[in-house]
């Protein structure tokens, strides 16, 4: 039933890594989405040293945080630098999560992290590190101030979800030492850095709300709160999400 507000109660899993938890509410995806919406009580953290993986019936939608490195494994490659730093036990309990989340057509939202980790999960590969790899001249793991810009991103595809948020151009920071090399199968790019890395990836096809990006909205939405729109937009489809469950029981 819908709560005094006149809404439908929905459930948000924010999947994090193991130092992100002792934040609690005070971790700046909680904060995002609340500042979108999202009521506390609504919004869960999930972790893979938690009790299994949950049913997907148990959300309306995942938001897949930053973290570790991807396994190179997982795309066909061993560790090559020092640099690259895993966690394979996240890496398996999110790809599961993930395809259920795809199966049962829920919101997915990833940042940093999350964007590699889809990207390889439909068969992609990264950069295992981009100032080994590549002669980039943008540096795109920026030091000081995690709120501030870095470099602009080009939105490309008028037909995507970014597109609804960022006309043409928009500024965003950089806290990454990797990113996508080969585009998963059935993404497709939607926005890319002056430099030409794929900074946002969605589905090809149709979905109730996909959306991938490669640098931290979270961090944003106080000095440059265009960035709260990906939040904003991300929570109502949840929240649309549980409305229909509702309605078709």
């Known amino acids: 039933?819908?709560?005094?507000?006149?809404?439908?109660?929905?459930?948000?899993?924010?999947?994090?890594?193991?130092?992100e938890k002792a934040k609690g509410q005070e971790s700046p995806y909680f904060k995002a989405l609340v500042a979108a919406g999202a009521q506390p009580d609504e919004i869960q953290m999930i972790m893979s040293s938690g009790n299994g993986l949950p049913s997907s019936g148990d959300f309306d939608g995942v938001l897949l945080a930053g973290g570790e490195?991807?396994?190179?494994?997982?795309?066909?490659?061993?560790?090559?630098?020092?640099?690259?730093?895993?966690n394979r036990a996240r890496d398996d309990f999110e790809i599961a999560l993930l395809q259920k989340m795809l199966r049962s057509r829920l919101p997915i939202l990833g940042i940093c992290r999350g964007i590699q980790l889809i990207?390889?999960?439909?068969?992609?590969t990264l950069y295992q590190d981009l100032k080994s790899e590549t002669a980039l001249e943008i540096d795109h793991k920026q030091q000081g101030s995690r709120s501030a810009t870095a470099h602009s991103v080009t939105v490309t595809e008028p037909d995507s979800v970014l597109h609804g948020f960022f006309t043409g151009m928009c500024r965003v920071n950089s806290l990454h030492h990797q990113a996508i090399r080969h585009l998963g199968?059935?993404?497709?790019?939607?926005?890319?850095?002056?430099?030409?890395?794929?900074?946002?990836?969605?589905?090809a096809e149709?979905?109730?709300?996909?959306?991938?990006?490669?640098?931290?909205p979270e961090e944003m939405i106080g000095e440059h709160p265009e960035q709260l729109r990906?939040?904003?937009d991300f929570v109502a489809r949840c929240r649309e999400c549980a409305a229909e469950k509702t309605s078709s029981r």
């Open 69 to 86: 490195d991807v396994d190179p494994e997982l795309y066909g490659e061993r560790v090559k630098y020092d640099s690259v730093k895993i």
């Open 230 to 232: 990906i939040f904003q």
């Open 185 to 203: 199968r059935g993404l497709k790019v939607t926005a890319h850095s002056e430099d030409e890395l794929y900074e946002a990836v969605e589905l």
């Open 206 to 216: 149709e979905y109730p709300f996909f959306l991938a990006v490669q640098w931290h």
């Open 1 to 19: 039933m819908p709560d005094e507000a006149g809404f439908k109660k929905m459930k948000i899993a924010i999947s994090i890594p193991e130092k």
């Open 119 to 124: 990207n390889v999960q439909f068969g992609g």
